[in-house]
């Protein structure tokens, strides 16, 4: 085969593979196969953690990277529930973030905290198409999260707060073309169960641990998944979370005759990722 009729070959594959690829993946509604998926992603997280007292108060803030797992299902399982949904999401995210707070006495101190987030939640839905491009899925919600918090330094002490989630949430998906999905989420869910323990210290942990009421939480995402082929996306987005600990008298005798309690405080949380899903 001559060399000019090896080049003619190559130009016409590659224009008719593309062309080829689209036609393929025309007939699968984008949606459905965005939320057929399980991936991984690299997330960043920016932490603010105030308590709700007069000055001084702790405050913490900073950066956390992590990564985040996913896997989602959407499809005619039952006969009478068209467009199932079901999912779950798993983030945990590390780092040092900054600490500004005071000793009981109300000397400032100043340190970091070795911070350790993860949160889980699943959801389970059904899809309800509003034309071609468009689809609306409310959904049931329910899942954990947890903050390890380690302050360094010669005062540092560690407490670990966690909380039961349960709630619904609404999620509104758009297509423009047959491999972009565009999504917004908002979530509404109570935070349940939840306290504060603390360790490695030895006056903190004859303090006790504190159990909280239940509070609210909020959250908000704006997510892509782009359909590079038949098998696999690369997705991201961007998310905002706040919520609110009640805080609690702490259970030890020796905490109730001092009379301290965990405060009721407030923290929101900007996070982002990028990542990469195979469909299925």
């Known amino acids: 085969m001559s060399h000019k009729l090896q080049f003619a070959t190559i130009v016409v594959i590659l224009a008719v593979a593309p062309a080829a690829m689209a036609q393929r993946m025309t007939g699968v509604n984008p949606i459905l196969s965005a939320n057929n998926e399980t991936g991984l992603a690299a997330t960043g997280t920016l932490m603010n953690y105030q308590e709700r007292l007069p000055s001084p108060a702790d405050i913490e803030s900073g950066g956390m990277p992590g990564f985040a797992a996913k896997y989602s299902l959407m499809g005619d399982y039952f006969s009478s529930l068209p467009n199932l949904y079901f999912a779950v999401n798993y983030q945990f995210n590390s780092g040092n973030i900054a600490y500004h ?34 689809m609306f899925t409310p959904y049931m919600a329910g899942g954990y999260q947890n903050w390890y918090r380690n302050l360094q330094g ?27 999905v565009l999504s917004a989420n908002a979530q509404g869910l109570a935070v349940i169960d939840g306290g504060m323990t603390p360790s490695g210290n030895p006056f903190q942990d004859r303090l006790g641990t ?29 998310n905002f979370t706040h919520f609110n600990y009640t805080g609690g008298a702490l259970n030890s005798p020796l905490a109730q005759f001092l009379d301290y309690t965990e405060p009721p405080s407030s923290t929101n949380l900007f996070g982002m990722q990028l990542g990469v899903a195979y469909g299925f």
Request: hydrophobic fraction near 35%; charge should be negative.
């Open 210 to 238: 504190a159990s909280f009421g239940s509070s609210g939480q909020e959250r908000v995402s704006l997510d892509a998944d782009y359909r590079l082929n038949s098998s696999w996306h690369v997705y991201g987005g961007l």
């Open 101 to 134: 707070g005071a000793l009981q006495n109300g000397t400032p101190l100043e340190g970091s905290d070795s911070a350790t987030t993860n949160r889980v939640l699943a959801r389970l839905g059904m899809g309800l198409p509003l034309s071609q491009s468009w």
């Open 154 to 180: 010669p005062h540092g002490y560690t407490e670990t707060y966690s909380a039961g989630l349960v709630g619904v949430g609404l999620m509104l998906q758009y297509a423009p073309t047959q491999q972009l």
